[in-house]
């Protein structure tokens, strides 16, 4: 029954993705073919197309940075082999960590007994993957407060813009403020108590398993550099996808958008794709892209719904390529235990 139910949200998860797509496409017409062409014609759409590899590119890395810094480390071409084939996972199967589950289980073969490390460490590179969308976001809107208040029509933007992306970062600084002095927190009054009832009210299992998570994280407070370094390249990454996004308009002859506008169009659009509604957020990031480019004034008109489709399009190929390459590249062999406890130089 439960299997039949988790098949069940599967299947209505691909129609919803499916139907939001497919209303795109109808509401753009004969427009959708003749933009694909166009974009692949042009230097701007070839360059957008390029840059979403590069994206790919520094997230492996920072996956790397990430893995290396508690002494797990993973050969980049694997590093990139997973991040790609774990794009391709999160398009077929629904909810924003399928792919995430793939490459913490291929990780785990290389690093045997490992699982609760691996998995926090892909935790920490999601959470400092979004931390670096709200970043990214945060510049857009330092860029465009100005041009925005002149723009009455685009006021409720503006305001919807600093609620979601200052609530991020104010999350995302409170996050790494709590477990920065979480050392010196947890002798205060009243925490010990706390943790107490939290432990009492924990299965063994489950303290075993926070009992490495908070072991794997600790290791970082010695190398916190690290945490920055990767917080710097998901902000390249987040801003990155908004010059696409900028390409992809520019391919289509879009003429009256200004390139924050675009950064600040995908921060939010890739906002809501964080939602675990449609595979990769098809379909819902779209739509969100194509009411905010319609409140920024596109022009043609057209572009609001071509370029999301672009866009997903391009997202879609890349999945493609990385499960070839997920397929043809061969795992590495597993990594013995003390090259596992060699951390990146302090």
Known sequence: MKKSLSILARCL?????????????????????????????????????ALYFIVQLLGAWRWQLLLSAPGMPIPYLQCLRLTLGGDFF??????????????????TAIHPGKAAELTLVDLLDRAIG??????????????????????????PTLTFAVVVVFSGLICALTGYLLWAKWPTLKTRAGIP??????SRMTPDFGKRLFGRFGDALSLYRERRAVLWETFGISVAI?????????????????SQMT????????????????????????????????????NFGAEP???????????????????LVGAI?????????????????QGIPK
């Open 13 to 49: 998860c691909l129609a919803l993705a499916a139907w939001l797509i497919w209303r795109l496409v109808h509401r753009a017409d004969q427009d959708v073919l003749s933009s694909f062409r166009q974009c692949l014609a042009s230097p701007q759409g070839i360059t957008a197309i």
């Open 90 to 107: 999160s398009l077929v199967i629904p909810g924003g960590i399928s792919g995430d589950i793939i490459k913490v289980g291929a990780a």
């Open 130 to 155: 979004l931390a670096g969308l709200f970043g990214a976001g945060g510049l857009a809107v330092l860029f465009l407060h100005r041009l925005l208040l002149a723009q009455e029509a685009s006021a």
């Open 193 to 198: 108590k706390i943790t107490a009832l939290l």
């Open 238 to 254: 987040h801003l990155l996808l908004g010059v696409e996004f900028f390409f992809l308009g520019k391919a289509l002859h879009e």
């Open 259 to 294: 390139l924050p506008q675009y950064l600040l169009t995908t921060q939010l659009a890739n906002a809501s794709a964080i939602l675990p509604i449609t595979p990769g957020g098809l379909g819902i990031r779209d739509t969100i892209a194509e009411v905010l480019f319609q």
């Open 301 to 319: 008109a057209v572009v609001a719904t071509t370029i999301p489709l672009l866009y997903s399009a391009i997202l879609v190929f890349w999945g």
């Open 325 to 341: 390459a997920f397929a043809i590249i061969p795992p590495p062999k597993t990594i013995s235990l003390p090259e596992t406890q």
